[in-house]
């Protein structure tokens, strides 16, 4: 279901930048992005506490405590009601004074900046708002109403982008107007299912329970260096950019992240649907189920993130000359240096719901979230120095290579994860296949574009096959395809 969801939201996606950045130009679509990072920024805090809901609500229904499932629900709804409250008011304080004085927006414009500013704003607050509900939904894993309410999101996305073409008015402020309206439809249906599906989520009651909110809040603090690096890492980045080199500059980044999106999308959907399976089986003290979904989780999320990332980044130019009217300058080179820092990254995903699950990760945070900070840091300090604008990916590719083996040094104390087994079962076999396959389709590269591109999808494809999966796990993979092609 969660593949089925990313095909038809990864062929709407594609269309819908298209045509946005051919509607509102290069200066407006710059402007989005920038503005959008302001409020962006907020997730600082959203995103801690969001990390900290789906792990309480997740660990208590593999305990099997109904009571404890409704208490940790009601809390949450709390918590994201008083988070509401509080990015309200420093959206309106901070995010205006930031805008419109320390930004750099093209004359005319900065009316238009402050109207997606408070429509930012709004849709930021609903996304908070619905935290609960959808964290809900992945942890008791009905992942077809999941992938059901995202399919109608991105209907809804492909309207609005229609109505973009016909409508009159300033098309930026009508943007930001669609969007907010189309995250409130969203968070409706949300609840709507939630409520009618989940007991706990029936009858809602603000629940001030003082003990469970001292954990989550505890949870919440250590991830809040976590979440604080990732928004540096992306919002911030966004600001940077915008301060030293200007829009055009954020709408070459804003091309790159919708690339970035469609190939992390086959990542996110095969880690959504394991990293609920992963804390309960810490909650019932399945270390072996554990220990094998996590290994399987890292090697195969970077596996899936490189079939397309090769082709990808080989044909970058050729790709997004056929997708777009104007390809803002610099972005065949940020769409290869996302994919390059996005494979890294791809290797992290399940150690990290590992230390999620023991709920203890005051070390882990202080250690991972503060190597994190460090890429915000660091493409300050280079781009004060004059380096290119490119210099804040090389910063992140390095950082999260550290952290990396960061991750696995702790978790061989948090959950006694074997880091030998880890490094030769994931790390060697990714570095391993990587490189067969970047040699595999180089020498394809100069094959016209469409034959060079399938070819070394195919390429790559054959080269997880026979290198990063042994017998086992073909014949497994043969099974399924025959048991689905005999459905």
């Not at 990015?87 to 930004?103: A, K, P, S």
């Not at 690096?229 to 030293?244: D, E, H, K, P, R």
């Not at 195919?458 to 997880?464: F, Q, R």
């Not at 017998?471 to 005999?486: A, D, F, Q, W």
Request: aromatic share 10%; charged share 10%; proline share 2%.
């Amino acid at each position: 279901m969660l593949y089925m969801r990313m095909l038809l939201t990864m062929a709407i996606s594609l269309y819908t930048s298209r045509i946005v950045l051919k509607v509102l130009g290069v200066e407006d679509y710059g402007v989005y992005n920038a503005v959008g990072g302001v409020v962006a920024s907020f997730a600082l805090v959203s995103g801690a506490l969001s990390a900290a809901i789906s792990r309480f609500i997740t660990f208590e229904l593999g305990s099997g405590d109904d009571a404890s499932v409704r208490r940790v629900f009601a809390s949450s709804v709390t918590i994201q009601m008083m988070l509401a409250g509080v990015v309200l008011i420093l959206g309106e304080i901070f995010g205006l004074w930031f805008l419109n004085t320390r930004m750099d927006i093209p004359p005319g414009r900065l009316g238009a900046a402050n109207a997606v500013l408070q429509c930012s704003i709004a849709t930021f607050i609903v996304n908070i708002l619905s935290i609960p509900y959808n964290a809900a939904i992945i942890a008791h894993e009905k992942m077809g109403a999941f992938a059901y309410i995202s399919i109608l999101d991105a209907a809804l996305k492909l309207v609005a982008v229609w109505l973009l073409t016909v409508l009159g008015g300033d098309k930026l402020i009508l943007y930001g107007l669609m969007l907010m309206a189309i995250q409130i439809t969203q968070r409706i249906i949300y609840g709507i299912y939630c409520r009618h599906r989940f007991g706990e989520c029936r009858s809602i009651r603000l629940l001030w329970d003082r003990d469970l909110l001292r954990r989550m809040f505890s949870f919440a603090s250590w991830s809040f260096l976590g979440n604080g690096s990732y928004v540096l890492q992306t919002s911030g980045i966004n600001l940077l950019i915008n301060v030293f080199f200007g829009v055009v500059m954020n709408a070459a980044r804003g091309v790159a992240v919708q690339v970035e999106f469609v190939v992390t999308s086959f990542v996110n959907n095969f880690t959504t649907a394991l990293n609920p399976q992963i804390i309960k089986s810490y909650s019932c003290s399945d270390r072996k189920s554990m220990f094998r979904l996590v290994f399987l989780g890292s090697r195969y999320s970077f596996f899936m993130m490189l079939v397309l990332s090769v082709p990808i980044m080989l044909h970058a130019p050729w790709l997004l000359g056929l997708w777009l009217d104007t390809v803002p300058p610099m972005a065949p080179l940020f769409v290869r240096l996302t994919l390059a820092m996005q494979l890294v990254a791809s290797l992290s995903c399940t150690l990290i719901t590992a230390a999620n699950a023991t709920g203890d990760i005051k070390r882990y945070q202080l250690i991972v979230g503060g190597l994190g900070l460090m890429v915000f840091f660091l493409s300050w300090a280079l781009y004060a120095a004059g380096a290119p604008v490119q210099g804040c990916y090389y910063a992140a590719i390095a950082v999260f290579a550290v952290q990396l083996f960061a991750r696995v040094a702790l978790l061989r104390r948090m959950v006694g994860l074997d880091v030998g087994r880890y490094l030769r079962e994931v790390v060697a076999k990714a570095v391993a296949v990587a490189a067969a396959a970047w040699v595999c389709a180089a020498a394809v590269s100069r094959l016209p574009h469409l034959a060079s591109f399938l070819l070394s999808l195919l390429l790559t494809a054959l080269c997880v096959a026979f290198i990063g999966m042994d017998s086992h796990e073909r014949r497994g993979i043969l099974t399924l395809l025959k048991i689905r092609n005999n459905g």
